[in-house]
């Protein structure tokens, strides 16, 4: 089964599944658009890469009331779910079925995302999709993504993997649904080192690099094109966030 096609299937009950699945839901995102470094009125343009159902651009949507979205996915039945989501959002949001590893374009964004997805590309791919990504920024831009680490051992790995059964069998979730996310996970995932990911990012040409959360295996990765003088003085940076 190719990824579009498994992604496509769990469409009914992804964004319910999501909630469920993940470590620290609410401090993932949270934390995610937290950070993102731009006044809260201001119009930015906003890439978001496998974006799926559209839940990590409605939660930058909650915050940015006048950005504009260009939703990417592979998955075409997960970007109908995202429509009729923002059916209501008038011209701000725009959906684009198509493949990221394939983007072109320079300088189009103030802020690319991405949740949950870059981890399916192998190694090579995602350090030339950082470069792309990069690329795609605005001289003072910034992308956030929200995705999953790879543990530096197997105990690690093991310790990661057994609290995810734990967290996502304390949540309510099906017998039925675990069985499906295992096999998406065992089928498709393909986790990098934090170490690499960080260093990835730093080759593309990012001048500032960081986790600014991690909660066992999930974290969010920041990174900033052209350093924080872009965005004005570190209280400035952060008034509109406290």
């Given at each position: 089964m190719t990824i579009d096609k498994a992604f496509n299937d769990s469409t009914p009950t992804y964004d319910d599944w999501m909630r469920r699945a993940l470590l620290g839901y609410s401090d993932l995102f949270g934390?995610?658009?937290r950070v993102i470094p731009f006044e809260s009125n201001r119009a930015i343009r906003v890439l978001d890469l496998g974006a799926?159902?559209?839940?990590?651009?409605?939660?930058?949507?909650?915050v940015y009331p006048n950005a504009s979205f260009v939703l990417m996915d592979v998955a075409d039945k997960m970007l109908?779910?995202?429509?009729?989501?923002?059916?209501?959002?008038?011209?701000?949001?725009?959906?684009?079925?198509?493949?990221?590893?394939?983007?072109?374009?320079?300088?189009?964004?103030?802020?690319?995302i991405s949740s949950l997805s870059i981890h399916h590309l192998?190694?090579?791919?995602?350090?030339?999709?950082?470069?792309?990504v990069f690329r795609l920024l605005k001289p003072a831009g910034a992308f956030i993504n929200i995705d999953?680490?790879?543990?530096?051992?197997?105990?690690?790995?093991?310790?990661?993997?057994n609290r995810w059964l734990n967290h996502v069998q304390s949540s309510g979730a099906t017998d039925e649904q675990i069985k499906a996310s295992i096999d998406r996970r065992t089928t498709y995932d393909k986790?990098?080192?934090?170490?690499?990911?960080?260093?990835w990012l730093k080759q593309?040409?990012?001048?500032?690099v960081d986790v600014v959360y991690k909660n066992f295996?999930?974290?969010?990765?920041?990174a900033i094109k052209g350093g924080i003088s872009s965005f004005g003085s570190v209280s400035e940076y952060y008034k509109e966030k406290e």
């Open positions: 934390n995610a658009v799926g159902t559209g839940s990590f651009a409605a939660h930058v949507a909650e109908d779910a995202a429509r009729e989501r923002f059916k209501d959002q008038g011209e701000k949001f725009s959906f684009e079925v198509a493949d990221y590893r394939n983007l072109q374009g320079n300088g189009e964004y103030d802020l690319v192998t190694d090579d791919e995602k350090a030339n999709l950082f470069k792309t999953q680490i790879r543990g530096e051992t197997e105990t690690l790995r093991r310790l990661n993997w986790d990098a080192l934090l170490a690499d990911q960080i260093n593309a040409g990012f001048s500032d295996f999930l974290g969010v990765f920041l």
